[in-house]
C-alpha cells in the first residue's frame, strides 16, 4: 500500500492489463478479450502510419537538403585547385591562401573521389573527395 490506499502500478500494466488490473477493473473475460482484439487490431495500422509518416519526413528532409547542391562532374585532365585543410602545414594563418594548385585530375573514380597530379605528371597516391576540389 503506497499511494492513497492503493497499490502501485508500472506503466507497462497500465498500457497492457495484467490480470490483477483486470480484476481491480472487474471487467469479465468477455470483455477483455474483445479490448485484447481491437488493440491488436490496430496495431498494424498504427505501424503503417509511423512508417508514412517516417518516409515522408525523410522525403521532406532529402528534398530541402539537395536544393543546395550542385552536382559537379570532372573529366581526365581538367584543372583544380585543391583546398587547404587546417591541419596541413601549409595552412599558416588568416592571411594565407585556402586553395593549392593547379592540381590535374588524373582519374576519376566512382563516388565523387579524385584521383590528383601535379602539372609535373607526379600521381598523387591518396584520393581526394570532389568536395575538396574546385
Known amino acids: ?33 474483445e479490448s485484447h482484439y481491437e488493440q ?3 496495431i498494424d495500422g498504427k505501424r503503417m502510419n509511423a512508417i508514412c509518416h517516417g518516409q515522408l519526413y525523410q522525403n521532406r528532409m532529402s528534398r530541402a ?13 581538367q584543372l ?3 583546398k ?8 599558416k594563418g588568416n592571411f594565407s591562401p585556402n586553395w593549392q594548385g593547379p592540381y590535374m585530375v588524373h582519374r576519376v573514380l ?6 590528383l597530379a601535379k ?5 598523387w597516391p591518396k584520393p581526394i573527395n570532389s ?3 574546385k
Open 1 to 33: 500500500m503506497l499511494v492513497y490506499g492503493t497499490k502501485a502500478v508500472i506503466p507497462a500494466e497500465v498500457e497492457i492489463p495484467s490480470l490483477r488490473i483486470i480484476e481491480e477493473a472487474e471487467l469479465d473475460d468477455v470483455e477483455w478479450v
Open 40 to 42: 491488436l487490431a490496430l
Open 65 to 77: 537538403f539537395n536544393k543546395r547542391v550542385k552536382p559537379r562532374q570532372f573529366s581526365s585532365g
Open 80 to 82: 583544380v585547385l585543391k
Open 84 to 91: 587547404i585543410f587546417p591541419h596541413q602545414e601549409e595552412a
Open 110 to 115: 566512382t563516388g565523387g573521389d579524385l584521383i
Open 119 to 123: 602539372m609535373d605528371g607526379e600521381v
Open 131 to 133: 568536395d575538396a576540389v
